[in-house]
Every structure is written in C-alpha cells, then in structure tokens.
C-alpha cells in the first residue's frame, strides 16, 4: 500500500507575526513551571502593582501549599525597602487578585536581596526617573513670540507648545 503524503503545514495568512505570538507557548512553559499560570503578572507587574510598588519589587514566584487554599506569591526586593513593603503587602495581595479575578494568592512573601539580586533574582531595581529640568524663561518668551499672532487659543498653545520642543531640543540650532 501507498502511503499518503503529509498535508503541507499551515499558511500564515496575515504577514508577519507578532514575535509574542511566535514565543508565547515558550514564555508560557517557562512562566508555568515557576508557578505563573498567568503571564500577565511577570509582563503587567507596574500596572497591577502600581509604578512605586513595582519599582522596588519583582515577583519571582507563585507557589501551591499542599492545603489548596490559595497560593503564595514571593516578590523579590531589597533589605531597605522590605519593612516598607511589608505594610502595603495586603493592598498588594487585593491588586494581584484583581487582576488575576479570583482570591488565587492568600499571602505574599518576600524575599530579600541586594540591589543586583542573587542567583535566582537577578533584578536590577531602577530608581524613579528624574525629572526634566525647567526650560529657559527666555526660550518660553520667544516660543510665546512666535505664536502670538495666531487668533484661535488652542492652536495658540498647541503651536507655542511645539516652538518650546522645538527650541528646547539638546541639538537646536540658534535661529533655525
């Protein structure tokens, strides 16, 4: 007997994929083996924890006790910010249940490390950004100059907005 050929493997029919979608069932593999059966708290974390919180937290594990009562999540921080963090663990704990849209963590434990993190950390925490530094009232004179003979308000502000970037700009050319 003759055996029949193989069918040809499925034709993308959209271009190109996302490389999400060509990782996914990897990044899921992985996620699930340390305990996240949802993704979206490693991918998400400043959203459901909040910029502060996640800042100086990371999550590093989702571990089942064997009394099936919720899970626990382990978040990795440093020494100095732990007593901080220890405070706000029940506001956390309501966060990530929210997101994951069921009470799956019943307690939050933290694990302390330094800044760099340790063998299985390894998560650097990055202070807040700086902020920008306020810009030459003579720049905003000259920007206001510029599009003051524009009647309507609003493209007003939006063109004097633009002539601020503009002249504000680290490699401006005087005049251009």
């Known amino acids: 007997m003759a055996r029949t050929p193989a ?7 959209r271009g190109f994929e996302p490389t999400g979608g060509l990782v996914k069932h990897q990044i899921r593999s992985v996620g699930e083996s340390r305990g996240f059966a949802v993704a979206r708290l490693l991918t998400h974390w400043a959203e459901i924890a909040g910029e502060d919180m996640a800042r100086i937290t990371r999550p590093v594990k989702v571990g ?3 009394e099936g009562m919720g899970a626990s999540l382990t ?6 910010v732990a007593p901080m963090v220890e405070m706000q663990k029940e506001r956390l704990r309501e966060r990530v249940n929210a ?10 434990l933290l694990t302390q ?9 390894q998560a650097e925490f990055s202070p807040a950004p700086k902020a920008p530094p306020l810009p030459d009232p003579a720049l905003l004179a000259k920007a206001a100059e510029t599009a ?3 009647k309507d308000p609003d493209l007003r ?9 503009i002249l504000t700009r680290p490699n401006s050319k005087e005049g251009a």
């Open 148 to 150: 003051a003979p524009v």
């Open 157 to 165: 502000a939006a063109l004097e907005a633009m002539a601020q970037n």
């Open 75 to 80: 978040l990795l921080t440093t020494g100095a």
């Open 99 to 108: 997101a994951y849209g069921y009470a799956a963590i019943s307690r939050i």
């Open 64 to 66: 089942y006790g064997r």
């Open 7 to 13: 069918p040809p493997p499925p034709r993308r029919e």
């Open 113 to 121: 490390t330094a800044a760099s993190g340790f063998a299985e950390g």
